[in-house]
């Protein structure tokens, strides 16, 4: 499949190119510097979707990335004058199932969507700490040269994803049943723990550019669903207080779901701010 007519005719979802009234919006991300000019970016509604955008990104020569949430700040979203397949227009849901404790989740999604589906239920899975991210796809490995770059590999559930409920339920990774993977010759494979199995062991941990993910099935978890948690703030002369209170918070043992971060930053000035957070 050589020819982009023909390629057009088969392809279910939405083709933008250069000369098309939505291009200026399609390559946006969520920085500047990680936006590219693609010659071509296939909105795709399925896995054949992915298997026919590759093959035919394959057989004309063209670079390939792929977008999940688009917030990759190292671009790893976009590629100059290649194909981009984005996944973020329609494979964007996400479906519960309480009784399993299992999410069904479009490679394309945010984390928001899948807190808010979840929770209906009592459940949650172990996240990103901001829901506006996505929940990650593994870029493919590009097709001609077989080189990749290590910005690439910086995923979240494929590259580990440390969330708030990590402290209980492991890294995201470790939630992760099945995928549907779309690898490089245009197959769709089902991945998990028999089926497939070495390729879910692969993608679980082994690196990038294994195949596009187009769902996860994640494992759920019960969740009050409300939470007390917030920020507060204290600069440098202020900072033996909350110290000394999360000793004592330490010292009394802190309950099982009890959890607080804390980081040193600076703001605006090049002044130091404490930042306690509990959740």
């Known amino acids: 499949m050589t020819d982009f007519h023909t390629f057009k005719m088969t392809f279910k979802g939405d083709l933008v190119t250069l000369g098309d009234p939505e291009y200026l919006q399609a390559p946006a991300r969520c920085t500047r510097s990680a936006a ?63 009784k399993m404790k299992l999410a069904y989740v479009g490679g394309g999604a945010v984390w928001e969507t899948v807190n808010k589906a979840a929770i209906k239920h009592g459940l949650a899975t172990v996240g990103g700490t901001a829901n506006h991210v996505g929940i990650s796809v593994v870029p493919l490995r590009n ?60 993608i ?7 195949g596009v993910v187009t769902e996860f099935v994640l494992q759920l978890h019960p969740q009050h669903r409300t939470v007390f948690g917030g920020h507060s703030l204290y600069p440098p002369g202020a900072l033996e207080p ?17 959890r607080m971060m804390h980081t040193l930053g600076r703001v605006p000035g090049g002044r130091e701010v404490h930042a306690p957070v509990p959740a």
């Open 242 to 258: 909350p110290c000394d209170m999360n000793q004592e918070w330490r010292d009394k043992g802190a309950f099982e779901n009890e």
């Open 143 to 202: 097709a001609l040269t077989n080189h990749s770059s290590d910005r690439s590999r910086r995923v979240l559930i494929l590259g580990g994803g440390y969330g708030w409920l990590s402290g209980l339920h492991d890294l995201a990774i470790g939630n992760l049943v099945q995928a549907t993977v779309v690898t490089a010759d245009g197959a769709v494979r089902t991945a998990n723990a028999t089926e497939n199995s070495d390729l879910f062991w692969n």
């Open 36 to 98: 590219s000019k693609a010659a071509n970016v296939a909105f795709v509604k399925d896995a054949h979707d992915v298997a026919a955008a590759i093959t035919y990104a394959k057989a004309a020569g063209l670079l390939i990335a792929i977008r999940g949430g688009g917030n990759h700040p190292g671009g790893a979203a976009s590629g100059q004058s290649g194909l981009v397949i984005d996944l973020s227009r329609y494979l964007v849901g996400a479906r519960i199932d309480p």
């Open 204 to 210: 679980r941990g082994a690196g990038s550019n294994f």
